[in-house]
């Protein structure tokens, strides 16, 4: 029909991935705010659940954008620099909560880890998005950097994966210390966007997910 905008294939499928992050967001809303950050969170920064559950505020360095991680799978501690929408998010629940508080406090959320995931599963079945988990949130993240023509040294850097055997690039960080964070991984979270907007060939977040 004249004057009506032609999408292509690849737009469809990128908006139809879209759209399921929207319907998830919405579903997820019902069991309150924290389990609404805590996904949204973890497609900000890719960290394992333990990760983010493990956090703590004095982990979180708003000035610098960036985030601690010193409980890891392979006990590196590792810094992640923080998207804007990252620290909205983290804004949102500080409210007064004391620097040695866990950031999804169980009694705040009124859940512990189980419980927090099965209104996660809940959440994705009501938004019609089968056989997607918690972790697949991870795996979305290295994805949209992927499609953002990231470096794979680099998110691995950020998802604090070895690199090479027994050794990370990151091998050691320290706390608070902004210039640990090298600006190639600052730029790699700023374009997570990018490869949201990017990403072709893949019409839901569950094959999102599975790309990375």
């Avoid at 908006?15 to 019902?30: G, H, I, M």
């Amino acid at each position: 029909m004249s004057g009506s905008p032609v999408i292509s294939a690849a737009q469809r499928k990128v908006a139809n991935s879209n759209d399921e992050e929207e319907r998830l967001t919405k579903a997820l809303a019902v069991y309150g705010e924290h389990v609404v950050a805590l996904a949204g969170l973890d497609l900000e920064v890719g960290m394992r659940l333990g990760e983010l559950l493990n956090a703590r505020w004095a982990d979180v360095d708003e000035a610098n954008r960036l985030i601690s991680i010193t409980q890891t799978k392979n006990d590196k501690p590792r810094l992640v620099p923080l998207t804007a929408r990252a620290l909205e998010i983290l804004k949102r629940l500080r409210q007064d909560a004391p620097d040695d508080e866990p950031i999804f406090d169980s009694s705040r959320t009124g859940r512990k880890r189980r419980q927090l995931m099965v209104c996660f599963e809940r959440a994705a079945e009501e938004a019609g998005i089968n056989d997607f988990h918690f972790h697949d949130l991870r795996h979305t993240f290295a994805t949209r950097l992927r499609a953002a023509n990231v470096h794979e040294y680099d998110i691995a850097d950020l998802l604090g994966h070895s690199t090479t055997p027994g050794e990370t690039r990151n091998t050691k960080v320290t706390r608070g210390y902004a210039h640990g964070v090298p600006q190639r991984l600052r730029d790699a979270v700023d374009s997570l966007e990018e490869g949201k907007r990017l990403i072709s060939g893949t019409p839901t977040l569950r094959q999102v997910a599975k790309g990375a």
